[in-house]
């Protein structure tokens, strides 16, 4: 499993390198990407394809290829093989034949971006988030209350919807990382808060271009009582200006508290404003 550069080719390690000179066949997600690096390199090696819709009859070449006695490697177009990448199934297949897989570790976008987020572990990484805005939302609902650091890859074309969402659900005041095209020529760190962040992206084109890692504050570990009483107190001020499923949703992106939890003291609340008008 040999981890090749994400931008700047002289991240390849010399193990990395001596490795892909000495296999047999190197098996790649693009072996039209990969082949333009092995030529750059001056190898010669086999390619092969492994990719998220033939991995497993790739997997079984690959232990065909063993039995033979023969070197493979396995790389991805960029990064570490089996990281939001094809991989994972071809290595547990290798290893249920009684071979061993190696790891030869190298270039990562989340480790390098983690590594100049200036926020604490632990951190989860989530990878990719899917595509589609009412999953992607149902994902994040489920990363609400995680209260460590989280990392999530997201291709330039969605960028802008997925930090809309993550401020959303996760609270604008969150700090959030945003990591582009880590090691290329146009590479760009830059901190900022969940709620701030779309407006960053919008001040000018290009900062929407590029594969991004997000690098996000967690929620912490507040005790629940002081997160529904904060919840509950902007909920009040709220209420005072908007209708019920608005104030619930901005006091929820405010301070972080669940919005379902919101939005039925909301009810309960303005219920007893209603039933106090009326007695008056």
Known sequence: MVATPI????????RALE???AVHTVFAEDTR????????????????????????RAAAAIVRLLAAGRDVALVADAGTPAI??????????????????VPVPGANAAIAALSVAGLPGPFAFAGFLPAQPAARRRALERWRSFPYTLVFYEAPHRVAATIADLAELLGGGR???????????????????????????????????????LVV????????????????????????????RTAAR??????????????AKALELA????????IG
């Open 7 to 14: 931008g700047n080719v002289g991240d390849l390690t010399q």
């Open 19 to 21: 490795v892909l000179r």
């Open 33 to 56: 990407d990969s082949g333009r690096l092995l030529a750059r390199l001056g190898i010669r090696a086999r390619l092969a394809a492994l990719h998220a819709h033939n991995e497993r």
């Open 84 to 101: 939001s990448d094809p991989g994972a199934h071809a290595v547990a297949a290798v290893r249920e034949a009684g071979y061993e897989a």
């Open 175 to 213: 700090t959030v990382v945003l990591a582009r095209e880590l090691t290329k020529l146009y590479e760009t760190v830059h901190a900022t808060t969940l709620g701030q962040a779309a407006g960053w992206l919008a001040a000018d084109p290009n900062r929407q271009r590029g594969e991004f890692v």
């Open 217 to 244: 504050a967690g929620a912490g570990e507040p005790a629940a009582a002081t997160l529904a009483h904060d919840g509950e107190r902007v909920l009040r001020l709220l209420l005072a200006e908007l209708p019920v």
């Open 250 to 263: 901005v006091a929820a992106a405010i301070t972080g508290a669940p919005r379902k939890a919101l939005y």
């Open 271 to 278: 219920g007893r404003t209603r039933a106090g008008s009326a």
